[in-house]
C-alpha cells in the first residue's frame, strides 16, 4: 500500500486522549518521537484515575505487547505499506503497530474490532486519507492472516531472522547466541515476551505472606508464593501497585525475586552499620532493614536529590526509622568511620529486565553496555573502601552479562587480595547458584534476570 502525505497533524497532536486504545497510542507515540520512557508514561495515565481497571489493564497490554514486538510488528507491515513503514507521519505509524499487535497477539480482542477502532485513531490523528490507508493495510492483513510472512523462512541470515521473529535487537541475539547456544538463546528471548509477574516483597515489619495474600485474595486478587525468596508474593491479576490493600500501609514494596534474593546476600545483624551505596528507590535499603527489625543504622546513598526524596517516602511508608538518606556520588563518598556491610546494587545495562521495560530493548546498544563498566568497578571500589576487615561487601546487577558480573568482580578479587569471595548458596537457594555467585535467567528462573557476589574482607 502507497503511503500518502499527511499535510497537517497540529490539531491532533494536542487531543487528549479519550480511550483506553488512545491512551495507549498517546504513550507509543512519546517513546517513538521523543524517547519518553514507557513505565513513566503508563504510570501518570493510570494514577489519573480516568480509567475502568478494565481499560487500565487493556493499555498496559497494548503498550507493553506491541512495544515488545515491534521488530516483528515493524517487519510484517514493511510487506505491506510502500514505500515503507517509515515514511509514515509517527501517529499513523503507531496506529498500525497498535492494530497489528492485537490482530496477531490479543485472541480476547476481535480482529474486525481492532481494525475498526485503528481507523478511528488513524482518522482523529490524521486525515481521510490515513484512515484509508490503515483500514486497507490491515484489512489485507487480516485477510492474509493464515499466510502472513514468516521472518525465520523469508531471512537467510540466522541470527538476524531470530532478531526479527523474537523481536531483539540484533547485537543482542549475536551476543546470546554466542555465549549460550541457538536452543538457550530462544527460550531467553521467548521469556523476555511474556507478561511478567508483579512481585511484592513482603515487609515482615509489618506482616507476613499468608496475611497479606489472604487479605489481596479477597479483593479478588489472584497470588501465589515466590518461587525462590519466603518473603515474594507473585500478583497474577492486573492491578494498578499504588492501589492495592497494604500499599499505602507499608506491608510490601514493589520489587522481583531476583532484586530480593540480591538483598538477603547481605544477611546484616542487629546493631551493625550497613551503606547502599545505590539506594533509589529503596528496595533493598528497606529489606535490610526490616529482616533485622530495624534494628542497626543504614545509610542509604544516591547522588539525585529526587530520587533521594522516594527513598525517603519509602522508608516513611515501610515504617522503617533507622535509614539515613544520604545525597552524594557513591564513587566518591568518605565516611569517617568504616561499615559492617556494604551493598553496591550499581546501575548496568539493565539486559536482565528487558521482558518488564518493554522499550529498554530498544534503547540498549553494545556500547552503552561496555560504558557502564567504569561505572560499575568505581561503585565497587567505593563500596570496598568503606568495609572493615571482616566485613562483608555485596555486589549486584540486573544483568547476566559477564562484563558487568563475574568477569568484573574476578577481576576484583585479583587486584584486591584483601576480599574473598563466598559462595552465595549459604544465603539462597542453591539452584540459583553458579560457580558461587548468584545468577538468574528469566528462561531458567522465572525471574527478571540478575547477578549477585557476596565478598568478605579479610581481616
Known amino acids: 500500500m502507497m503511503a500518502r502525505a499527511e499535510p497537517n497533524t497540529r490539531r491532533a497532536r494536542v487531543q487528549e486522549p479519550k480511550t483506553a486504545r488512545e491512551v495507549a497510542l498517546y504513550i507509543l507515540y512519546h517513546v517513538d518521537t521523543r524517547r519518553a520512557f514507557a513505565d513513566l508514561l503508563l504510570t501518570q495515565s493510570l494514577k489519573q484515575g480516568a480509567l475502568e ?66 481507523v478511528k485513531l488513524a482518522r482523529r490523528h490524521g486525515h481521510a486519507g490515513t484512515a484509508g490507508l490503515v483500514n486497507a493495510v490491515l484489512r489485507k492483513i487480516l485477510k492474509e492472516r493464515s499466510e502472513l510472512p514468516d521472518p ?72 501465589e508464593a515466590g518461587r525462590w525468596s519466603r518473603s515474594t508474593l507473585r500478583v497474577k491479576s492486573h492491578v494498578i501497585p499504588s492501589e492495592l490493600p497494604g500499599f499505602s500501609q507499608g506491608q510490601f514494596f514493589i520489587q522481583d525475586e531476583s532484586e530480593t534474593l540480591v538483598g538477603e546476600l547481605v544477611r546484616a545483624q542487629p546493631g551493625e552499620t550497613v551503606l547502599d551505596l545505590c539506594a533509589a528507590p529503596g528496595g533493598k535499603s528497606t529489606q535490610i532493614q526490616e529482616s533485622r527489625g530495624d534494628q542497626g543504622r543504614l545509610i542509604a546513598v544516591d547522588p539525585d536529590p529526587k530520587r533521594g526524596s522516594r527513598i525517603s517516602e519509602n522508608v516513611e511508608r515501610m515504617g522503617l526509622s533507622g535509614i539515613e ?43 552503552s553496555l561496555r560504558a557502564m563498566i567504569p561505572l560499575e568497578t568505581s561503585l565497587l571500589e567505593s563500596g570496598a573502601r568503606a568495609v572493615k576487615p571482616g566485613g562483608v561487601l555485596v555486589y549486584g546487577v540486573c544483568s547476566f552479562e559477564p562484563e558487568e558480573g563475574v568477569n568484573l568482580v574476578r577481576r576484583f578479587l585479583r587486584e584486591h587480595h584483601d576480599f574473598e569471595q563466598e559462595d552465595a548458596a549459604t544465603f539462597v537457594p542453591k539452584e540459583t547458584v553458579t560457580d558461587g555467585f548468584l545468577l538468574l535467567y528469566p528462561h531458567v528462573h522465572g525471574t527478571d534476570g540478575a547477578f549477585g557476589a557476596r565478598l568478605r574482607r579479610i581481616g
Open 53 to 118: 481497571p478494565r481499560d487500565a489493564a487493556l493499555v498496559t497490554e497494548l503498550v507493553n505487547g506491541t512495544l515488545r514486538w515491534r521488530a516483528r510488528l515493524d517487519w510484517t507491515l514493511d510487506h505491506y505499506v510502500r514505500p515503507g513503514l517509515d515514511t509514515l507521519p509517527p501517529w499513523i505509524r503507531n496506529v498500525l503497530r497498535l492494530g497489528l499487535y492485537q490482530i496477531l497477539f490479543l485472541d480476547r480482542v476481535p480482529p474486525h474490532a481492532a481494525v475498526d477502532e485503528s
Open 152 to 223: 525465520e523462512h523469508e531471512i537467510p541470515e540466522r541470527t538476524e531472522a531470530l532478531a526479527v521473529a523474537l523481536s531483539h535487537p540484533h547485537w543482542i541475539v549475536e551476543r546470546w547466541q554466542r555465549r549460550l547456544g541457538e536452543e538457550a538463546t530462544r527460550a531467553l528471548l521467548e521469556a523476555d515476551n511474556r507478561s511478567p509477574d508483579l512481585c511484592l516483597r513482603v515487609n515482615t515489619a509489618r506482616t507476613d505472606r499468608d496475611t497479606l495474600r489472604l487479605a489481596l485474595e479477597a479483593k479478588g486478587i489472584e497470588v
Open 325 to 367: 538518606v544520604v545525597i552524594a556520588d557513591g564513587r566518591e563518598l568518605s565516611l569517617p568511620h568504616p561499615v559492617d556491610r556494604a551493598l553496591v546494587d550499581a546501575p548496568c545495562s539493565g539486559l536482565g529486565v528487558l521482558g518488564r521495560r518493554a522499550d529498554a530493548r530498544w534503547r540498549k546498544t553494545d556500547a
